[in-house]
Every structure is written in C-alpha cells, then in structure tokens.
C-alpha cells in the first residue's frame, strides 16, 4: 500500500500541473444537488465528493438494479448473495453497509433492526436521480453518515403536458422486466406516476456446506435449485408552486415481492419497503427559505422455511425536519436545521424495547473570503437510548486557476447501535455505544477543454465499533479501523467517444487488539478500476463497461480469500423513431466466475434486450 500512496501522490500533482495549463477550458452545465449541504448548489460547487447519476445515465448504461448501477461507482464496493433480489450490501470508502445514510425523496429510509437498506428492492426504473456523496455528513444528517450519503430521487414530471413513458424486455434466467408510466408538466405543477414488475428464474444463489455460507446440507438437493425473485413497485409524486412563492412535493413509492435463497432455517423471503413523504418551500422573506420535510419509511420481511412461517421483522421509520436557509450576503449563508426522528420496531422476536426518539439540531455556514470557499457545520444530536453526541465538519475550497481547485475537509460523525445489537433476545447488548469517526480529506477537481478530472486522498478512522464478543457471548465496543484511500476520475471525450473512468485504491485496515490487528477489513477490494465507452453512430449508439476489483477477503482473519476478477459488459441501442428505441446489453461476456461474498454465485455470461417508448 506505500507504493499506492506514493503513486497517487504523484498523479495528484502532476494532474494538477498539467490542467494548470488549461486556462481556457470550456465550463460544462452542472447539475443541481441538495445533499452535500441540505440547500441547492451544483455540483461543481460542492466541497465534498460527489457523484450524480441521472435518468439520463441509468437508461444509457441500461442498468437493472442499483447493485448493476453502483458497481465501479468511486469508491464504493458492493457485496450480493446470489443475483436479484438477495441480501445487497454497499460499501462506502472501506466502511460498512450500516455506516451509510439513504434517503428516498428526502425521508430517511433503512431497517431498524439491522441498521442497512435493502438496495436490492429499491426499483430502479422508479429512479429519476441518485446523489451519491462521499466522506462524513453527521454534523448534517446525524447517525449512520460516516461513510456518506446516497439519496435516491423518484421521478418528476416536467416540461409541458401529458408524457408517457414505457418499456418491457427479457433475457437470461427466464427474466422479464416491465414499466409504464406517465409524466405531466405545466407552468405551476407536476404530477409523475409509474408502475414496474420483474419476475426472474434466477440461478443457484449458493455454493454453501452445513457450517458456512447457507449452511444447507451437501447433500440436500434444494442447494442446487434455482433461486428466484419476483417484485412489482409503484410510485407518485406530485408538486404544486402557488403564486406567493409556496412551493409543496409529495412522493410515494411502494415496492413488494418474494424472494427465494438457500437455507436451512429459512429459505424464503416476502419483503415490502414503503416510503412517503412531503416537502414545503417558502420564503417569508427575501433573505429567509424556510423548508419543512415530514414522512415515513416502512421495511417490513417475513420468513419462511418452504410453506411454514418463520419469523417477521417489520421497522417504521418517522421523521420530521425544518431547515432554515439565511442569505446574508451572496457570498454568506447560514442554515439552521431541526430533526425528529422515532424508530419502531413490530416483530415475532422478543425485543425488549421496541421504539425509540432522536432529537437532532444543526447549524452550517457557507461563506467565501477573499476566493477562499468554506463550510462549517455542527451538530447536537439527543438519543433516548444512549444520549447526546457532537459532531462537527469543515470543508474548504481554493481556485487555484480558473480551471483548477484545491479542496479540503474534515468531518466527524457516529452510527447509532441497531435494534438487533442492543435488543435482540439473547444476543445483544443494551449498554453499547455509539461508533465514532474522525475523517480527513484533501483533493483538487479541474475541467480542461476535453473534460473533466478529480483526485481525492482520504482516511477515515473510526472508533468503538460494534462486533461479536465471543467472551460474552454478545456484541460490545471493542474493534477499532484505519481507513486510507484514493480515488482518481475523469471524464473526456476523444474522437467522437465519451470516456469515463475511475482509478480506487484503499487500505482498510483492521486496528482491533488481537490477532486481527492489520488485516483487511472484510468484503472490500483494496483495487478498483472502471472505464466506460459510449458512442452514438446516427440512430445507433454502443456502449462498454470494463470493471477490474481486486482480491479481498471475507472474514477477520483473512484466511477466506474471494479472488480478484475482470468483467466487461457490452450494450448496444437503436432508435427505430424518435420515439422507440430497442437496447440489447450482454453482461460478464467473458464468462468470468467471481463472488463478492463466499460462497454466493454471480451471474455469468447472459443478455438482457428491451424496447423503450418516450415521447
């Protein structure tokens, strides 16, 4: 890893020196974000890292869930049990699927009891943009934002009258995917309603023994089936802006299906995630925008060995934020923030507390001095389980030319313990503390006239966390992990072909006493490459992704070794009018055999075609 860190030194200031030169560069549109700062800015303002995917990108990358649309992202790792459907971890810059915050139209989403998300029922042709930012925010949002935040936006009408939209395909594993929907626009509202379905075959999910992975017997021939998974979603979202400036947004999603897995305990999963929520904007002022966000997140899972149920987790997530946005100046803004948040749990597990509040205040200033650009934030979070925490960050941005900027930024931040690890009978402990982090980053961004590029160094240390204490038999305070990394990207166009790619290099290091101490943290690729291709011909367009990970391991002690493995996938597209086109995609052309966790298959080789209506 020393040599990594020299490496990118390198290309960080010899990147800088060559853009340097670059002082006439052509400035591309940015797009609007809200979550690095909870208030408008583009893209290219923000301090902190961020990638934006749009409609626009999911459709062209012909993406069919968000663990297809997040792998290769900068700095993020995926881990999946087995294909669609199954149990989806996202990695954030080393850290774990529980220490990153997700957001659904501004409404906090995530299970209770296990603290994670279920990417893998989010659908994706729901999606109109994700907002990924990287790199501590609890000193905005409160707990979980160590690694960072993914906020997920559902589709907005826009533009003038009625817009529908449709498409349907199928491909290997006996899998058909479908959509429809419409989109209407006039000078003052918007309306958006969709409704999609998958239904796939899928493959043996599992490769397991009786004592690890699915922990099925060899010789019980469910461990060979077909492991399937069906889901149907919908969502509306609505918004009105009044003549005085009142601006409101509602949105719903609702996603449901069944999904089959190997197992000895159980083997299949009915699962339903429900979001809703509202948003009102107005300015009393001309200085003050006053914003008040309210909802509520559902995740409910109920088990099944074959036929006989099993067990039923459910978890509601209610939240209420006021934001307070004051432009003193047009260089100087100060947000002052408010949120609610109640967390319930309804189970057939003995817990022995089932709810809990969370009271969180904020403050941020955003100002520029003398070209100087900074953001300093604090926060005071008020948990009905294990009390107060402070946690604060400060970000600082510098034009070094017109093209080049230096940034840098400091944060820390804490995840709360989850229902399971404090209440779950038997196997839990009521007296743990929060995980804490303190994060360090430095890097520059810069456009030239072929494109855009930017480099990041990072560490990330988080202490107390959460892990199974065979000396009690339960979870405690006791592990401890150094995280250091780098991430190039860029973005160029030559020839008529636009290049994307991005370079991640990270050393997630165990620091826990023990005989761990200096390992690698579980499920995490120290290597990480993406390079993308994109290219319209007329009514053509062709496409390649090439996606490079390195070795990791799956357990603390690294003795279980997941290999490092190269896939490369090919699309292609024809628009057959202005208002049909037909996409074909192949997927792992090289037939590679690769798993993310151990003992849980991955697709091979196979296709997937669909045909698209817009208007």
Known sequence: MQKCRVTALAVFY????????????????????????RSAQTADAALASVTVISRQDIERQQARSIQDLFRGVPGMSISNNGGAGKDTAVFMRGSESDQILV??????????????????????????????????????????????????????GSGAGFKPNFNFGGGSYTT?????????????????????????????????SSDAGCFVDSSDPALYDKDGYRNVAGTARAGYRFQNGLEIDGSFMRSAGKTEFDGSFVNKGIVMQQVFGGTARYSPLKFWRINLIGGSSREDTDNFLNTLFQSRFNTT??????????????KNLLTIGMDYQHDHIDSTEAFTVRSRTNWGVF???????????????????????????????????YPLTDNVRLLANFGSA?????????????????????????????????????????????ENDIYHLIAFDA??????????????????????????WQLNGNLTLMDP??????????????????????????????????????LVEGQRYDDLANTRKLDSYVKFDVRAEYNLNKHWRLQGRIENIFNEHYQTAAFYNQPGRNFFAMLRYQP
């Not at 853009?19 to 940015?30: C, D, I, K, V």
């Not at 934002?145 to 997920?152: N, P, Y």
């Not at 959509?179 to 409704?195: I, P, V």
């Not at 405690?476 to 166009?493: C, P, T, Y």
């Open 14 to 37: 010899l990147g800088t020196a060559m853009n340097t030169l670059a002082a006439n560069a052509e400035r591309q549109e940015q797009p609007v974000i809200v979550t690095a700062t």
């Open 103 to 156: 957001m659904i139209d501004n409404i906090k989403v995530g299970s209770a009891t296990s603290g994670t998300t279920a990417f893998e029922n989010i659908p994706i042709d729901q999606i109109e943009r994700i907002e990924i930012v990287r790199g501590p925010r609890s000193s905005l949002y409160g707990s979980e934002a160590i690694g960072g935040v993914i906020h997920i936006f559902t589709r907005k």
């Open 176 to 208: 058909f995917e479908g959509a429809t929907g419409f989109a209407y626009g006039g000078k003052q509202g918007w309306l958006n309603m969709t409704a999609s379905g998958i239904g796939t075959r899928g493959f043996n999910a599992c490769t397991g």
């Open 317 to 330: 997530r209610n939240t209420i934020s006021v934001l307070n946005d004051f432009t003193i100046n047009p």
């Open 363 to 397: 403050a941020q200033h955003q100002a520029t001095v003398a070209k100087h650009d900074f953001q300093l934030s604090l926060r005071h979070d008020d948990n009905q389980q294990f009390g107060s925490r402070v946690t604060g960050g400060a970000g600082w941005g």
């Open 414 to 458: 804490f995840k709360a313990p989850t229902f399971n690890e404090l209440y779950y009978p038997g196997f839990s402990n009521p007296h743990l503390r929060p995980e804490d982090s303190r994060s360090f980053e430095f890097g520059t961004r810069g456009k030239a006239a072929w494109g855009n590029w930017s480099l990041n160094l990072y």
């Open 471 to 496: 000396a009690t038999f339960a979870p405690a305070n006791v592990d401890q992990a150094r995280i250091r990394g780098f991430e190039g990207i860029v973005s160029l166009q030559v020839k008529g």
């Open 509 to 546: 290091e165990n620091r826990s006493s023990g005989p761990n101490r200096g390992n690698i943290l579980p499920r995490r690729a120290a290597e990480s490459f993406r390079l993308e291709a994109d290219r319209q011909f007329g009514q053509y367009r062709f496409g390649a992704m090439l």
